[in-house]
């Protein structure tokens, strides 16, 4: 079989389809598996009776049935869910949006593919433009998206050390940069892997940079602000026009219905919704018909608020403290857990790659994430990449317990033998 460029590009391993590879091993072949992978949200019970509701709701009104399930939408998706969307930003926080600022697309990973091959790649006049990381690690899943080779281009960040066993990356400002060849800067907020969240401040510097530099600055939404609200610090939702913001219905407990949500100018959100209909015809029904139903009740803000955002807060905190009994005396530190449904672990010094040690945990029915993939677009050799690995804190405690027990026995054995 001969395969194009493209066909080689996307079809070849990459990280992210070895996580998913797991995720779908781990949670319908081996039940057994102590799984700390993938991005798979917990199950939430008032969260799950409210999106059967909403679902039941849509399903009773035959008019609203037969929309969501016998009509193709328009090329930015559903009219009467953007319009709704917009009003309740709009209220909510002054943004001057409408339904020409936002478009649908079947989930984050094919939002971003359209958005990111929108702005870089290789230009109408022969040059080449990359997407720029102000700081990594970041969320795989971009790695593979570039249709092109040196597609991203990352800064290391800042590493402000807290305590005996805690940490925070910062963006550097001294050392990140806009060049000529930036295309848009691309931040996800809180971040995957680490639970980071982007100060408000270095937000603004980050937007102040980009407005100057006439590029976006895309943020990933996926577990932040407005929805599904997965922070734990203080922290303002933003958008300008010069922002694109994509947000994603997958964390708030509907992964499988792959809706996404892009906010941005109308210039992009025409030219995106004429690209993501060539990819996939129309945006899927079922996640904004639920939407809808969550807009009118009022419950898409106030459930990532008051079930979402404090079911993970407690579980983070749960599992800080079973790993820090389990990793007692052992050199590491936890990345500050800001949002998201992540612990990122820093293992100073430690002698095998976290790749080792991803294949010796899973010899032994655990499954974590590699710290070393998420750094795309950076150049420069950095050890600290190996040392890193990323764990979800989305499974039941007593999961969380047995795999914690076992990822210290294997880290021990990696110091002491390497």
């Known amino acids: 079989m001969r395969l194009s460029q493209?066909?080689?590009?996307?079809?070849?391993?990459?990280?992210?389809?070895?996580?998913?590879?797991?995720?779908?091993?781990?949670?319908?072949?081996?039940?057994?598996?102590?799984?700390?992978?993938?991005?798979?949200?917990?199950?939430?019970?008032?969260?799950?009776?409210?999106?059967?509701?909403?679902?039941?709701?849509?399903?009773?009104?035959?008019?609203?049935?037969?929309?969501?399930?016998?009509?193709?939408?328009?090329?930015?998706?559903?009219?009467?869910?953007?319009?709704?969307?917009?009003?309740?930003?709009?209220?909510?926080?002054?943004?001057?949006?409408s339904a020409e600022n936002i478009a649908l697309a079947n989930g984050s990973q094919s939002a971003f593919f359209v958005l990111f091959n929108l702005f870089a790649g290789k230009m109408t006049d022969g040059s080449a433009r990359h997407i720029q990381l102000p700081l990594v690690p970041e969320y795989?899943?971009?790695?593979?998206?570039?249709?092109?080779?040196?597609?991203?281009?990352?800064?290391?960040?800042?590493?402000?050390?807290?305590?005996?066993?805690?940490?925070?990356?910062?963006?550097?400002?001294?050392?990140?940069?806009?060049?000529?060849?930036?295309?848009?800067?691309?931040?996800?907020?809180?971040?995957?892997?680490?639970?980071?969240?982007?100060?408000?401040?270095?937000?603004?510097?980050?937007?102040?940079?980009?407005?100057?530099?006439?590029?976006?600055?895309?943020?990933?939404?996926?577990?932040?602000?407005?929805?599904?609200?997965?922070?734990?610090?203080?922290?303002?939702?933003?958008?300008?026009?010069?922002?694109?913001?994509?947000?994603?219905?997958?964390?708030?407990?509907?992964?499988?219905?792959?809706?996404?949500?892009?906010?941005?100018?109308?210039?992009?959100?025409?030219?995106?919704a004429q690209a993501n209909t060539v990819l996939s015809l129309a945006a899927g029904n079922v996640g904004p018909a639920i939407t809808r139903e969550l807009l009118a009740s009022e419950q898409l803000l106030q459930m990532g608020r008051e079930k979402v955002a404090p079911f993970y807060r407690e579980r983070c905190e749960q599992t800080v403290t079973l790993l820090r009994a389990a990793l007692q005396g052992l050199p590491y530190r936890i990345h500050q857990p800001e949002g998201a449904i992540f612990l990122w672990l820093w293992f100073e010094g430690l002698p095998v790659p976290s790749d080792e040690l991803y294949k010796r945990l899973k010899a032994r029915g655990v499954l974590i994430i590699a710290g070393e993939h998420f750094f795309p677009g950076l150049q420069e050799p950095w050890a600290h990449q190996y040392e890193c690995v990323r764990i979800s804190y989305a499974q039941p405690a007593h999961v969380v317990e047995q795999a914690a027990l076992i990822l210290a026995e294997e880290v021990a054995r990696a110091y002491h033998s390497g």
Request: hydrophobic fraction near 45%.
């Open 140 to 272: 795989l899943g971009y790695s593979e998206l570039g249709l092109g080779s040196d597609f991203y281009r990352a800064s290391r960040p800042d590493i402000e050390l807290i305590g005996e066993h805690s940490f925070k990356y910062h963006v550097d400002f001294s050392r990140f940069a806009i060049d000529a060849d930036s295309a848009a800067l691309c931040v996800s907020r809180p971040t995957n892997p680490t639970g980071n969240v982007i100060a408000d401040a270095e937000l603004a510097g980050l937007d102040e940079r980009a407005k100057a530099a006439g590029v976006p600055l895309i943020i990933d939404g996926a577990y932040g602000l407005p929805f599904p609200g997965i922070v734990f610090t203080e922290a303002c939702a933003h958008w300008n026009e010069n922002t694109v913001l994509v947000l994603s219905l997958s964390k708030l407990g509907l992964p499988g219905v792959r809706t996404a949500i892009v906010i941005a100018d109308e210039p992009i959100i025409r030219a995106f």
């Open 6 to 97: 493209f066909g080689e590009t996307l079809s070849a391993d990459s990280s992210i389809v070895s996580l998913m590879d797991d995720l779908g091993s781990a949670l319908r072949d081996n039940p057994d598996m102590l799984f700390l992978g993938g991005g798979n949200p917990a199950r939430i019970p008032a969260v799950e009776a409210a999106l059967s509701g909403a679902l039941k709701d849509a399903l009773a009104d035959p008019e609203k049935a037969w929309q969501m399930l016998g009509v193709y939408q328009s090329p930015a998706g559903d009219t009467q869910l953007r319009q709704e969307l917009a009003d309740c930003l709009r209220r909510r926080y002054q943004w001057p949006i």
